[in-house]
C-alpha cells in the first residue's frame, strides 16, 4: 500500500510537496481505511484541480520515478528530467523524489535525488518502527548499506564481498536498487517488485500496445464486471486464435510478448492496441502462448446470440475493458492503481460506479489494494454517500502547484459541490468574462 508521495523541483512543483493516503479521525465510511501495522492507510483517494493546475503533473511525476527505478536510464545517457522552468536557477538543481509504502509486512521510504546526467542521493530506510532504520544510503557514487537489516538475514561473506564489487560498478546516471535488480541481487526484490507489479499507473491514452499483467485469467470475474456496468453484453467469450499467424497484431508486438510474457508463474497477459483486445496465456501442459480474442455477445429480438468485435463499441466501453485486468489485479493480490482523468471516456456514471464498485462490493474487501485517481468531475464529490473527506484532494496553481485534502476541514452542511464550482476550494480555473474579450475589435 502506498502511504506517501513526495516530488520537489520537477514539472510545476518547485517546492516539495506531500500527497498522502493517511487517513485522518473521520468515522464515516470507516471499511474505507485500513490498518497497517499501527497507520491507517485509505483505500482510496480523488485528486481535483483545473486544466493546467498540475493534477496530471503529480502522476506524471510519480510515473517517472517509478520508470525510472524499473527500467533506469541507458550507460551514458543523460536523465530526461523536467525541472520547475519559473525560478531562475532551477535547472541547473536537482529534483527529488520519494514513496512511502507498504511492502512484504513492513514499511518503508525510497527515494532519491538526480540531476541530468546523474544520482547525487538514493536512500531506503524501514519505518515500520517509532524509530527510522536506513539501510542503503547513497551520496552520489559512496554507498552504505545496513547489514543488520533483516532484509540481509543469512548473507553470506561472498554475497557481502558481491555487495562491495556492485557498489563499485555502479553507474552514475543509474539508481542503485535499479542495478541490483540487472544485476540478478535478490536482496532488494520486494522492493523493485513493488515499483515493477504492485504500482500501476495509468494515463488517459495507454501506451499503444498496452500490455499489462495480472494474477491469473479469470473467465467469470471478467463478465461478472461487464454485466456490473450493464454494457448490454449478454456474455463476453474468448476465441482462440494462433498468435503466431495473426495479421492483426504487428510483428513487434508479438516481439514484446515473447519478451516480457512471465513464463511459468500461472499468470497472463492483457493486450489493447488499435481497438483490439487479447488476453495471453500459456497453453496448460505445452508452454506455449495462446492468444484469446475478446468477443461481446448480444441477443437479437429472436434470442438468437450475436458475436459484436470490440472495435464496434464505444470508448467508454473499449476503458472499462482496458481497466477490467487493472480490477482484477485489485481483486486478485494487494495493487495500487492510480489512473489519470478519469473523465475521460468514461461518463461520471461510470466513474462513479467504478470507485463504489471497489470500495463496496465484497470481492474487493479481502485485500489492501489501493484505487487513486485524478478528475475534475464534479458529481464524484460526494462525501456522504461515497468518500470521506480525507480521499478528496485539491491541487491549484499560481506558478507553481500546491496540494491540500479536505482532512480535518469542518464542512458542516456546506453544498460541496457548488462550493467547489463557485471556487471555495481553489482548483478551478479563472476565467473572465466573454466581454472583456477583444475578438473581432
Same mark, same amino acid.
Given at each position: 500500500?502506498?502511504?506517501?508521495?513526495?516530488?520537489?523541483?520537477?514539472?510545476?512543483?518547485?517546492?516539495?510537496?506531500?500527497?498522502?493516503?493517511?487517513?485522518?479521525?473521520?468515522?464515516?465510511?470507516?471499511?474505507?481505511?485500513?490498518?497497517?501495522?499501527?497507520?491507517?492507510?485509505?483505500?482510496?483517494?480523488?485528486?481535483?484541480?483545473?486544466?493546467?493546475?498540475?493534477?496530471?503533473?503529480?502522476?506524471?511525476?510519480?510515473?517517472?520515478?517509478?520508470?525510472?527505478?524499473?527500467?533506469?536510464?541507458?550507460?551514458?545517457?543523460?536523465?530526461?528530467?523536467?525541472?520547475?522552468?519559473?525560478?531562475?536557477?532551477?535547472?541547473?538543481?536537482?529534483?527529488?523524489?520519494?514513496?512511502?509504502?507498504?511492502?512484504?509486512?513492513?514499511?518503508?521510504?525510497?527515494?532519491?535525488?538526480?540531476?541530468?546526467?546523474?544520482?547525487?542521493?538514493?536512500?531506503?530506510?524501514?519505518?515500520?518502527?517509532?524509530?527510522?532504520?536506513?539501510?542503503?544510503?547513497?551520496?552520489?557514487?559512496?554507498?552504505?548499506?545496513?547489514?543488520?537489516?533483516?532484509?540481509?538475514?543469512?548473507?553470506?561473506?561472498?554475497? !557481502?564481498?558481491?555487495?562491495?564489487?556492485?557498489?563499485?560498478?555502479?553507474?552514475?546516471?543509474?539508481?542503485?536498487?535499479?542495478?541490483?535488480?540487472?544485476?540478478?541481487?535478490?536482496?532488494?526484490?520486494?522492493?523493485?517488485?513493488?515499483?515493477?507489479?504492485?504500482?500501476?499507473?495509468?494515463?488517459?491514452?495507454?501506451?499503444?500496445?498496452?500490455?499489462?499483467?495480472?494474477?491469473?485469467?479469470?473467465?467469470?470475474?471478467?463478465?461478472?464486471?461487464?454485466?456490473?456496468?450493464?454494457?448490454?453484453?449478454?456474455?463476453?467469450?474468448?476465441?482462440?486464435?494462433?498468435?503466431? !499467424?495473426?495479421?492483426?497484431?504487428?510483428?513487434?508486438? !508479438?516481439? !514484446?510478448?515473447?519478451?516480457?510474457?512471465?513464463?511459468?508463474?500461472?499468470?497472463?497477459?492483457?493486450?489493447?492496441?488499435?481497438?483490439?483486445?487479447?488476453?495471453?496465456?500459456?497453453?496448460?501442459?505445452?508452454?506455449?502462448?495462446?492468444?484469446?480474442?475478446?468477443?461481446?455477445?448480444?441477443?437479437?429480438?429472436?434470442?438468437?446470440?450475436?458475436?459484436?468485435?470490440?472495435?464496434?463499441?464505444?470508448?467508454?466501453?473499449?476503458?472499462?475493458?482496458?481497466?477490467?485486468?487493472?480490477?482484477?489485479?485489485?481483486?486478485?493480490?494487494?495493487?495500487?492503481?492510480?489512473?489519470?482523468?478519469?473523465?475521460?471516456?468514461?461518463?461520471?456514471?461510470?466513474?462513479?460506479?467504478?470507485?463504489?464498485?471497489?470500495?463496496?462490493?465484497?470481492?474487493?474487501?479481502?485485500?489492501?489494494?489501493?484505487?487513486?485517481?485524478?478528475?475534475?468531475?464534479?458529481?464524484?464529490?460526494?462525501?456522504?454517500?461515497?468518500?470521506?473527506?480525507?480521499?478528496?484532494?485539491?491541487?491549484?496553481?499560481?506558478?507553481?502547484?500546491?496540494?491540500?485534502?479536505?482532512?480535518?476541514?469542518?464542512?458542516?452542511?456546506?453544498?460541496?459541490?457548488?462550493?467547489?464550482?463557485?471556487?471555495?476550494?481553489?482548483?478551478?480555473?479563472?476565467?473572465?468574462?466573454?466581454?472583456?474579450?477583444?475578438?473581432?475589435?
Amino acid at each position: 500500500m502506498l502511504i506517501r508521495f513526495t516530488v520537489e523541483n520537477y514539472l510545476s512543483f518547485n517546492q516539495r510537496i506531500d500527497f498522502n493516503m493517511l487517513a485522518s479521525e473521520e468515522a464515516n465510511h470507516s471499511h474505507h481505511v485500513v490498518d497497517r501495522n499501527k497507520r491507517k492507510l485509505l483505500r482510496s483517494s480523488l485528486l481535483y484541480g483545473a486544466n493546467g493546475s498540475g493534477k496530471s503533473n503529480l502522476i506524471k511525476a510519480m510515473g517517472f520515478a517509478r520508470d525510472f527505478i524499473v527500467d533506469g536510464v541507458g550507460k551514458n545517457k543523460n536523465i530526461e528530467l523536467k525541472p520547475f522552468k519559473l525560478q531562475d536557477g532551477n535547472q541547473q538543481k536537482p529534483a527529488r523524489f520519494e514513496f512511502e509504502f507498504f511492502c512484504a509486512g513492513r514499511a518503508y521510504a525510497y527515494g532519491f535525488v538526480l540531476g541530468k546526467s546523474q544520482i547525487f542521493g538514493e536512500w531506503l530506510f524501514d519505518i515500520s518502527g517509532v524509530e527510522e532504520v536506513s539501510i542503503l544510503e547513497r551520496r552520489e557514487q559512496v554507498i552504505e548499506l545496513n547489514y543488520e537489516h533483516p532484509l540481509f538475514d543469512n548473507i553470506s561473506a561472498e554475497d !557481502k564481498q558481491r555487495f562491495k564489487f556492485e557498489i563499485d560498478a555502479v553507474r552514475k546516471n543509474l539508481l542503485f536498487l535499479t542495478h541490483c535488480a540487472e544485476r540478478n541481487l535478490t536482496f532488494f526484490d520486494d522492493i523493485y517488485k513493488w515499483f515493477k507489479d504492485t504500482l500501476v499507473i495509468v494515463f488517459p491514452q495507454f501506451k499503444d500496445p498496452f500490455l499489462i499483467t495480472f494474477a491469473k485469467f479469470d473467465e467469470k470475474f471478467f463478465n461478472e464486471i461487464l454485466d456490473f456496468f450493464d454494457f448490454g453484453f449478454k456474455r463476453i467469450k474468448f476465441v482462440s486464435i494462433d498468435l503466431e !499467424k495473426n495479421k492483426e497484431i504487428k510483428e513487434s508486438i !508479438k516481439t !514484446k510478448i515473447r519478451s516480457d510474457f512471465p513464463h511459468g508463474e500461472g499468470k497472463a497477459c492483457f493486450l489493447s492496441f488499435d481497438k483490439f483486445n487479447y488476453i495471453i496465456k500459456e497453453k496448460e501442459n505445452e508452454g506455449n502462448l495462446e492468444a484469446l480474442q475478446i468477443v461481446g455477445v448480444r441477443e437479437d429480438d429472436n434470442s438468437k446470440e450475436v458475436d459484436f468485435e470490440l472495435f464496434e463499441e464505444s470508448d467508454g466501453t473499449h476503458r472499462i475493458i482496458d481497466l477490467i485486468p487493472i480490477l482484477m489485479n485489485l481483486y486478485q493480490k494487494d495493487t495500487v492503481v492510480v489512473i489519470d482523468e478519469l473523465e475521460r471516456s468514461l461518463h461520471s456514471i461510470l466513474s462513479r460506479t467504478l470507485f463504489d464498485l471497489f470500495l463496496n462490493s465484497p470481492k474487493f474487501k479481502q485485500n489492501h489494494s489501493q484505487l487513486i485517481g485524478t478528475t475534475h468531475e464534479a458529481t464524484l464529490l460526494d462525501i456522504v454517500q461515497l468518500f470521506r473527506k480525507d480521499e478528496i484532494w485539491f491541487i491549484e496553481r499560481d506558478k507553481q502547484s500546491i496540494v491540500y485534502s479536505l482532512a480535518g476541514a469542518n464542512l458542516g452542511k456546506l453544498d460541496i459541490v457548488n462550493s467547489y464550482l463557485t471556487g471555495r476550494f481553489g482548483a478551478i480555473p479563472l476565467i473572465d468574462e466573454a466581454e472583456v474579450l477583444t475578438w473581432g475589435k
